[in-house]
């Protein structure tokens, strides 16, 4: 007769109590996404009011990302040492804080710190997921999951698109992101209550090869996992090549998409934030179906190299062909939202490449190299259209010309190739596991 312990740790999770536990984390993740955006349609709120240039919005809106980018690696290890549900309420709060000091801003520090404290806590979401998905899910669906994670991401980048603008005219940007603020603290609340790191904690068998069992304890184990992780080749190329694959699509829609369009393509703030969101849309749906598409043939490398390629081709015909149709750069949006979206499997192809103890760590890694990319370019494109600017003025805020931004964009283009040939040089591991 089997123990009582055995009866409890015989069957895997329910689909529903998984989804529960992974949703409301990925709820999370859609608000950090969204608040990463939203400085793109407030562009001339945030310039006007907080009395900045174009790299000073560059830098206010990057330090989102030099917080996350700072908190990856320590959020990797808290992962595999401290847990999910402990990272997720953390940086709930953190969020809630760090926005509702963003509303209040009276000028750019206030609002630099709160960006400061969005990013940080926002930086724990994407690498908490994966872990609970190696938990709570089986193996087969990572890169799947993984996909459909950014997918929810991208949903909330593209309610800081025409959503936002709609809501901000009406109650003001302020009073939006006072909102958002209250919301996430309410988010925190629920991620600590029911979020669980494990199926074990539920009496349930876990998907994870290492069940329940955290990395080495103490500041040795700490850096002697990281130090590991920094060993093997693939860890550095997945982890920087996708800096030239998500900076530039964060970098145009995020910042510099919309002041663009308008200005160049003659549209509107609302039509060009569709335009932005057509991309984010693309990149969103293509990630469930790159992940997939992986799992099925069981290889990671050459989907990866061929997103990234097409990738920087269709960025190159968006942005340097003259009087091009609405419609076509709508096409294009899509093409480029589409085959960038291959980044994701890099997530599901870099913990593959090392032991499954050291999943949270070089996730965490990776995610940080996911994020130098933009964390660099907004700025440093921010810093080229002012270095461009011809002195033109319109309601005091800084018209740039076609060929400033064409500046500033070729960086992105460099970046984006850059990115493919780095690609070529992984290791294939053909959707298998390595061993400790």
Same mark, same amino acid.
Request: with cysteine.
């Given at each position: 007769m089997?123990?009582?312990t055995?009866?409890?740790?015989?069957?895997y999770?329910?689909?529903?109590l $998984?989804?529960?536990?992974?949703?409301? /984390?990925? !709820?999370f993740?859609f =608000? #950090?996404?969204? %608040?990463?955006? +939203?400085?793109?349609?407030?562009?001339?709120?945030?310039?006007?009011?907080?009395?900045?240039?174009?790299?000073?919005?560059?830098n206010?809106?990057?330090?989102?990302?030099?917080?996350y980018v700072?908190?990856?690696i320590p959020?990797?290890i808290?992962?595999?040492?401290?847990?999910?549900r402990?990272l997720?309420?953390?940086?709930?709060?953190a969020?809630?804080?760090g926005? $509702?000091?963003f509303?209040?801003?009276? /000028?750019? !520090?206030?609002?630099? =710190? #709160?960006?400061? %404290?969005?990013? +940080?806590?926002?930086?724990?979401?994407?690498?908490?997921?994966?872990?609970?998905s190696?938990?709570?899910?089986?193996?087969?669906?990572?890169?799947?999951?993984?996909?459909?994670?950014?997918?929810?991401?991208?949903?909330?980048?593209v309610?800081?698109?025409p959503?936002?603008?709609?809501?901000?005219?009406?109650?003001?940007?302020r009073?939006?992101?006072g909102?958002?603020?209250?919301?996430a603290l309410?988010?925190?609340a629920?991620?600590?209550t029911?979020?669980?790191?494990?199926p074990?904690?539920?009496?349930?068998?876990?998907?994870?090869?290492?069940g329940?069992e955290?990395?080495?304890?103490?500041?040795?184990?700490v850096?002697?996992?990281?130090?590991?992780?920094?060993?093997?080749?693939?860890?550095w190329?997945i982890?920087?090549?996708?800096?030239?694959?998500?900076?530039p699509?964060?970098t145009?829609?995020?910042?510099?998409g919309?002041?663009?369009?308008?200005t160049?393509?003659?549209?509107?703030?609302?039509?060009?934030?569709?335009v932005?969101?057509?991309?984010l849309?693309a990149?969103a749906?293509?990630?469930?179906l790159?992940?997939w598409?992986?799992?099925r043939?069981?290889?990671?490398k050459?989907?990866y190299?061929?997103?990234?390629?097409?990738?920087?081709?269709?960025w190159?015909?968006a942005?340097?062909?003259?009087e091009?149709?609405?419609?076509?750069?709508?096409?294009l949006?899509?093409?480029?939202?589409?085959?960038?979206?291959?980044?994701?499997?890099?997530?599901?192809?870099?913990?593959?490449?090392?032991?499954?103890?050291?999943?949270?760590?070089?996730?965490?890694?990776?995610?940080?190299?996911?994020?130098?990319g933009?964390m660099?370019?907004q700025?440093?494109?921010?810093?080229?259209?002012?270095?461009?600017?011809?002195?033109?003025?319109?309601?005091?805020?800084?018209?740039?010309s076609?060929e400033?931004?064409r500046?500033?964009?070729?960086?992105?283009?460099a970046?984006?190739?850059g990115?493919?040939?780095?690609?070529?040089f992984?290791k294939?591991?053909?959707?298998?596991q390595?061993?400790n």
């Open positions: 089997k123990s009582q055995e009866k409890e740790y015989a069957d999770p329910p689909g529903g $998984a989804a529960l536990m992974w949703g409301l /984390g990925a !709820l993740y =608000i #950090g996404f969204y %608040l990463r955006i +939203a400085p793109a349609v407030l562009t001339t709120e945030l310039m006007r009011d907080l009395r900045i240039t174009a790299a000073g919005l560059g206010l809106s990057a330090l989102y990302f030099y917080s700072i908190m990856q959020t990797g808290l992962a595999d040492h401290w847990g999910t402990r997720l309420a953390s940086g709930g709060i969020v809630s804080v926005t $509702a000091l509303a209040i801003a009276p /000028g750019p !520090l206030e609002g630099g =710190i #709160g960006r400061l %404290l969005i990013g +940080a806590g926002s930086s724990v979401a994407f690498v908490a997921l994966l872990k609970l190696s938990c709570w899910f089986s193996l087969e669906r990572f890169a799947t999951l993984s996909g459909v994670l950014l997918m929810c991401g991208v949903a909330g980048a309610s800081a698109g959503p936002l603008r709609i809501l901000v005219d009406i109650f003001g940007w009073e939006v992101m909102a958002t603020a209250g919301f309410l988010l925190a629920l991620m600590w029911v979020v669980r790191d494990d074990s904690e539920k009496g349930y068998r876990s998907f994870s090869p290492m329940h955290k990395g080495g304890s103490g500041l040795r184990g850096l002697s996992g990281l130090a590991r992780v920094l060993h093997y080749r693939n860890t190329i982890s920087l090549a996708p800096a030239g694959i998500v900076g699509i964060l145009f829609s995020g910042l510099w919309v002041p663009f369009l308008t160049h393509h003659g549209m509107a703030p609302a039509a060009a934030s569709v932005t969101s057509t991309l849309v990149w749906l293509g990630g469930p790159a992940g598409l992986s799992d043939i069981r290889v990671r050459p989907v190299a061929l997103g990234a390629g097409f990738s920087c081709f269709f190159f015909l942005l340097f062909f003259n091009l149709p609405v419609w076509v750069l709508f096409c949006m899509a093409a480029t939202g589409l085959s960038s979206s291959v980044m994701i499997i890099g997530f599901a192809f870099v913990k593959e490449s090392v032991p499954p103890t050291l999943a949270g760590t070089v996730s965490g890694v990776c995610n940080m190299g996911v994020m130098i933009p660099v370019l700025p440093l494109l921010g810093w080229m259209l002012d270095l461009n600017w011809a002195g033109e003025v319109a309601n005091g805020v800084r018209i740039y076609l400033a931004y500046a500033g964009f070729g960086i992105m283009i970046c984006s190739l990115a493919t040939v780095l690609i070529l992984s294939e591991t053909k959707c298998r390595a061993k």
